[in-house]
């Protein structure tokens, strides 16, 4: 079975400042990974994805994953955070089958003034 | 509207009871899965339909638990004979047939449970 870890249940980051959200996963075979965003009082949106080609791959409001093999991680990273971003962010994992997506229990993301 | 609709947003029943979750998909979207999100946790994989095959309900916690879907329409989670630790928000998700899929699932809004 697959799993998700992300490390960092809250990180705290003042406004322009770079972050990066954690994520790793365990699989013996090939997987497809996701992050999501939980912006407070709605439901998850996708963030960015990775398939296939290019292990950097660039999501929406400026955000970036980079798909290490080697260490089973796809870390989060924005180089300058909004007021905006704060938001809970999932990690999320899915076989070739796209049945089960497996999730992480969420970082939440708190960007200060 | 054009997105997963989830029905109650908020329910609070007596341990013991029975209640029923309602979701609506995006039309023509044949996957639909359902996800179970406690306080402070991770989301946990419940039950999984694609189009006609027999869903997945490998995530179902126990057998108190069901779940329906009608075609490729809506669908109903049921838990019967509540329990405190039921409580927790229920999340239905949606995506397009696999010939067309991207690996991107489309959320509801939740149907938040509380046991009491």
């Known amino acids: 079975a697959q799993s998700v870890t992300q490390l960092d249940s809250q990180v705290p980051v003042f406004e322009e400042a770079p972050v990066e959200l954690r994520c790793n996963y365990s699989?013996?075979?090939?997987?497809?990974l996701f992050w999501y965003v939980q912006y407070p009082n709605q439901g998850l949106q996708l963030l960015l994805k990775?398939?296939?080609?290019?292990?950097l791959v660039k999501g929406i409001n400026g955000f970036e994953a980079e798909f290490n093999k080697s260490q089973t991680s796809f870390h989060l990273r924005k180089p300058s955070v909004h007021i905006s971003d704060t938001a809970e962010y999932f990690c999320?994992?899915?076989?070739?089958?796209?049945?089960?997506?497996?999730f992480g229990s969420g970082t939440k993301l708190n960007v200060k003034p | 509207g054009a997105g997963v609709s989830q029905s109650p947003s908020n329910k609070v029943t007596e341990k013991g009871k029975d209640v029923e979750l309602r979701c609506d998909p995006i039309?023509?979207?044949?996957?639909l899965y359902w996800y179970r999100q406690r306080l402070g946790q991770g989301l946990e994989f419940l039950i999984y339909?694609?189009?006609?095959?027999?869903?997945?309900k490998s995530g179902l916690p126990s057998d108190r638990f069901s779940a329906e879907r009608t075609g490729e329409s809506v669908s109903t989670l049921t838990i019967q004979r509540t329990q405190q630790e039921d409580s927790a928000v229920y999340l239905c998700?949606?995506?397009?047939?696999?010939?067309?899929?991207?690996?991107?699932?489309?959320f509801g809004e939740g149907s938040r449970l509380t046991v009491l």
């Open positions: 998700a949606s995506s397009p047939s696999a010939g067309r899929y991207t690996g991107e699932l489309f």
């Open positions: 699989s013996s075979v090939s997987v497809y």
């Open positions: 990775y398939l296939s080609g290019s292990t």
């Open positions: 999320a994992v899915s076989g070739a089958n796209f049945n089960k997506f497996y």
């Open positions: 039309s023509g979207h044949t996957a």
């Open positions: 339909f694609q189009g006609n095959s027999a869903p997945d």
